[in-house]
């Protein structure tokens, strides 16, 4: 059974910082390429950061710069590091994977996680 669980949301200032994490079970990890989303009220989810298996890495444009994407694979984790939050980075933030191909659409990703609020307080 595929297993997505992401972990490290929370309530924080502006400027502040968080790091999200995500476990992940039941798939042979380090061929996955592992995405963090995005998904404020009233708006469309969105591609934050993307991974692939052997560690290329895209970022929507929004985040360049702040935020930073990494794995382990020996942990089956996937991190999101956050800096420099923002009011507008507050949205509910999910963990994603699909197979092999680094992709940037959310119809492409296979399988998802349950979801971590962020809330950045101004």
């Known amino acids: 059974q595929v297993q997505l669980v992401e972990s490290g949301g929370g309530l924080v200032q502006t400027g502040g910082s968080l790091r999200l994490s995500c476990a992940a079970s039941?798939?042979?990890?380090?061929?996955?390429?592992m995405g963090w989303f995005r998904q404020a009220p009233g708006k469309q989810r969105e591609l934050v950061a993307a991974i692939s298996s052997g560690g290329s890495t895209y970022y929507g444009d929004s985040v360049k710069g702040r935020f930073t994407i990494s794995r382990d694979n020996a942990k089956n984790t996937v991190y999101l590091q956050m800096n420099s939050l923002k009011p507008e980075d507050t949205a509910v933030y999910y963990c994603?994977?699909?197979?092999?191909?680094?992709?940037?659409?959310?119809?492409?990703?296979?399988?998802w996680g349950q979801g971590t609020q962020v809330t950045v307080s101004s």
């Open positions: 039941g798939l042979t990890f380090s061929r996955l390429v």
């Open positions: 994603a994977a699909r197979n092999w191909i680094l992709a940037i659409r959310t119809e492409e990703y296979e399988y």
